[in-house]
């Protein structure tokens, strides 16, 4: 907060004066010792906010990375750090992402509010993400604490911007789906000659259950291969609405550990499968794919297969 208080000062007296300003200038508006305000002015330089130039005529004006840092703080919305995937009592406010073409990987500058020195610790791998807007997911390994100054290094393992798009934009449309009353033989010959590993079952028009190669397996490995469907499928399904965006869909497969959502409209009715293969696709660049028409092999082997 000392940090910004110098920093708002500073970006004000310069807008007014439109020259150099002096410390004691920006200690009288802040009413803050003037040793104090040339020490923060110090670590601002160091952040590359301040610059300065000495001399009689000498002083300090804010740098362009200043304003965009002063104007992002008025809508900045934390996001909790994660320890060994274990969300801690520390907030970051702030990142500056640094050595991106570095070679040994890049790093990354958070500042932080929570007592660090408690929490984290130099080589404690850490997690940030997804950041609002962005949707920025950042992991790591600690290198270095300033406690002193709310602020901490961390090397860069991994780092995913996962945009902020419906997941019907990724999925497979109109994706093959059976009934309860199937008999199961059916729905492995399905599977099988469609090389997928899941399809939705559906009743009247609406979501009932999904049936996977594993609730096959199952039933073979209990000796019902005439059983229905009905018997085996998973339920209730895991779904997301065509409007929600890839995010979502992302922590929904993490949470519950599975490899596929049904995406489903305002009223309830399937209205495509998103996959892990999609979402990774997508992120990646690979594609943008659109599904073929229901019960195509080109929409069966890219939407419902690979998860």
Same mark, same amino acid.
């Given at each position: 907060?000392?940090?910004?208080?110098?920093?708002?000062?500073?970006?004000?007296?310069?807008?007014?004066?439109?020259?150099?300003?002096?410390?004691?200038?920006?200690?009288? /508006?802040?009413?803050?010792?003037?040793?104090? /305000?040339? !020490?923060?002015?110090?670590?601002?330089?160091?952040?590359?906010?301040?610059?300065?130039?000495?001399?009689?005529?000498?002083?300090?004006?804010?740098?362009?990375?200043?304003?965009?840092?002063?104007?992002?703080?008025? %809508?900045?919305?934390?996001?909790?750090?994660?320890? *060994?995937?274990?969300?801690?009592?520390?907030?970051? $406010?702030?990142?500056?992402?640094? *050595?991106?073409?570095?070679?040994?990987?890049?790093?990354?500058?958070?500042?932080?509010?929570? *007592?660090?020195?408690?929490? #984290?610790?130099?080589?404690?791998?850490?997690?940030?993400?997804?950041?609002? =807007?962005?949707?920025?997911? $950042?992991?790591? %390994? +600690?290198?270095?604490?300033?406690?002193?100054?709310?602020?901490?290094?961390?090397?860069?393992?991994?780092?995913?911007?996962?945009?902020?798009? @419906? +997941?019907?934009?990724?999925?497979?449309?109109?994706?093959?789906?059976?009934? @309860?009353?199937?008999? $199961?033989?059916?729905?492995?010959?399905? =599977?099988?000659?469609?090389?997928?590993?899941? $399809?939705? #079952?559906?009743?009247?028009?609406?979501?009932?259950?999904?049936?996977?190669?594993?609730?096959?397996?199952?039933?073979?490995?209990?000796?019902?291969?005439?059983?229905? +469907?009905?018997?085996?499928?998973?339920?209730?399904?895991?779904? /997301?609405?065509? %409007?929600?965006?890839?995010?979502?869909?992302?922590?929904?497969? !993490?949470?519950? *550990?599975?490899?596929?959502?049904?995406?489903?409209?305002?009223?309830?009715?399937?209205?495509?499968?998103?996959?892990?293969?999609?979402?990774?696709?997508?992120?990646?660049?690979?594609?943008?794919?659109?599904?073929?028409?229901?019960?195509? /092999?080109?929409?069966?082997?890219?939407?419902?297969?690979?998860?």
């Amino acid at each position: 907060m000392s940090q910004r208080e110098v920093l708002e000062a500073l970006i004000k007296l310069y807008e007014q004066k439109r020259r150099l300003i002096k410390s004691k200038e920006i200690a009288e /508006v802040i009413n803050r010792d003037e040793g104090t /305000v040339r !020490n923060i002015i110090l670590s601002l330089k160091s952040l590359g906010l301040v610059e300065s130039k000495t001399g009689p005529s000498g002083g300090y004006m804010p740098t362009l990375k200043a304003y965009e840092v002063m104007r992002g703080a008025m %809508t900045q919305v934390p996001v909790k750090l994660r320890r *060994d995937g274990t969300e801690i009592d520390v907030t970051v $406010i702030g990142i500056e992402i640094l *050595d991106v073409l570095n070679l040994e990987g890049g790093r990354a500058i958070l500042r932080v509010h929570g *007592d660090i020195r408690r929490h #984290v610790k130099p080589g404690d791998h850490v997690e940030i993400g997804p950041t609002p =807007l962005a949707n920025v997911r $950042i992991e790591g %390994t +600690v290198v270095h604490m300033d406690p002193a100054s709310g602020q901490m290094s961390i090397k860069i393992a991994r780092m995913v911007s996962v945009p902020k798009v @419906p +997941v019907i934009e990724i999925a497979s449309l109109k994706p093959l789906t059976t009934s @309860p009353e199937t008999p $199961i033989k059916e729905v492995a010959a399905i =599977l099988s000659s469609k090389r997928i590993r899941g $399809i939705p #079952v559906v009743e009247r028009g609406r979501l009932v259950g999904i049936i996977t190669q594993t609730d096959l397996t199952r039933a073979l490995a209990e000796g019902r291969i005439d059983a229905k +469907v009905r018997d085996y499928m998973s339920s209730p399904v895991i779904t /997301v609405r065509e %409007t929600d965006d890839i995010n979502h869909a992302i922590e929904l497969m !993490n949470k519950h *550990d599975i490899g596929r959502v049904v995406v489903v409209d305002s009223a309830g009715r399937v209205a495509g499968i998103a996959t892990r293969t999609d979402i990774l696709r997508f992120i990646a660049g690979i594609s943008r794919k659109r599904a073929g028409p229901e019960g195509s /092999v080109s929409q069966a082997s890219t939407s419902q297969a690979e998860a």
